[in-house]
């Protein structure tokens, strides 16, 4: 019985090969490592990408969701937004009106 290395292990043979190879691993690993990193480093970029536009996006839409922002007055007692019309409006209705005037109602909170 013939001890050969394969691997992480030992495979031991009954008979003994002379030329034959049967260990795992090699050039195989290697090609495979530089196209994971090159994703990796794509997918990165691109993530980076995404949050640049992303955030220039809220930059542009400050002014107009502000000047909204401050017409606006919340009433604690009522939960609510009056606005110089005189009108309630639920918290939520209005901020979902500040994110229309800001042009942010296509981005999602946790992006």
Same mark, same amino acid.
């Given at each position: ?31 495979? @490592? =530089?196209? !994971? *990193?090159?994703?990796?480093? $794509?997918? %990165? ?37 009056? @606005? =110089?019309? !005189? *009108?309630?409006?639920?918290? $939520?209705? %209005? ?17």
């Amino acid at each position: 019985m013939t001890a050969v290395p394969a691997g992480d292990g030992v495979v031991y043979a009954v008979t003994a090969h002379r030329g034959v190879s049967v260990t795992a691993g090699g050039c195989a690993e290697a090609a495979i @490592f =530089p196209f !994971g *990193a090159f994703a990796l480093v $794509a997918l %990165f970029a691109v993530l980076f990408v995404l949050r640049l536009r992303r955030n220039a996006r809220i930059r542009r839409g400050i002014p107009d969701a502000l000047a909204y922002w401050r017409q606006g007055w919340f009433c604690h007692r009522r939960d609510g937004t009056f @606005f =110089p019309r !005189g *009108a309630l409006m639920a918290a $939520a209705t %209005f901020r979902g009106q500040v994110w229309r005037a800001g042009g942010y109602a296509g981005l999602s909170r946790g992006r």
